[in-house]
């Protein structure tokens, strides 16, 4: 399988009494799948491929609240160097906004749910967010102020899709 670390085995174990599914985990550094006897190696590859890629992906250790904020301060610098320096960037368990900014206390939160999404995607809600620090509302000057962000339309587009996925109305 391709992309796989060269310090990790992957193990592929057959059953007779698996019918249906396949199953990934791990074992030290083994990655064992878990697959029915009558599956072809073709149709074992393809679906392990998956997941193996999800396991990796829960196994990723968490962005800290730290690394929001370092991040933050970055993207300040970089895209609105005149907004106010936020005081508090941390991850929120924020229902159905991707992220949130009281300008009054200067913090901002990002929605726990973003925490796997690529890195262009959580900039580009911190961006939004640090734009309020400049402008409260979603006016032609906020707007300008977030498109100054190169990945901002490419971070919507998988914003508005992971709302669709999720089923429901994502929003900053």
């Not at 199953?23 to 491929?49: C, F, K, L, N, T």
């Not at 913090?107 to 796997?116: F, P, Q, V």
């Amino acid at each position: 399988m391709a992309d796989r670390p060269t310090d990790e085995r992957l193990e592929v174990r057959r059953s007779a009494r698996r019918r249906k599914t396949i199953a990934v985990h791990r074992e030290g550094d083994v990655i064992v799948v878990h697959a029915p006897m009558w599956m072809s190696d073709a149709d074992v590859q393809r679906h392990a491929r998956d997941l193996v890629a999800r396991l990796r992906r829960r196994e990723r250790p968490a962005r800290s609240d730290t690394d929001l904020l370092t991040r933050a301060l970055w993207l300040r610098l970089e895209f609105l160097p005149d907004a106010p320096e936020p005081a508090s960037v941390r991850w929120s368990d924020a229902g159905s906004r991707w992220g949130s900014c009281t300008s009054l206390d200067r913090s901002i939160r990002i929605a726990r749910a973003l925490e796997g999404a690529p890195q262009y995607v959580i900039d580009a809600v911190i961006v939004h967010e640090l734009a309020h620090l400049l402008a409260a509302d979603h006016g032609p000057g906020f707007q300008r102020l977030i498109a100054r962000f190169p990945d901002n339309a490419r971070a919507d587009a998988f914003l508005a899709g992971m709302s669709y996925a999720k089923g429901v109305a994502g929003d900053y």
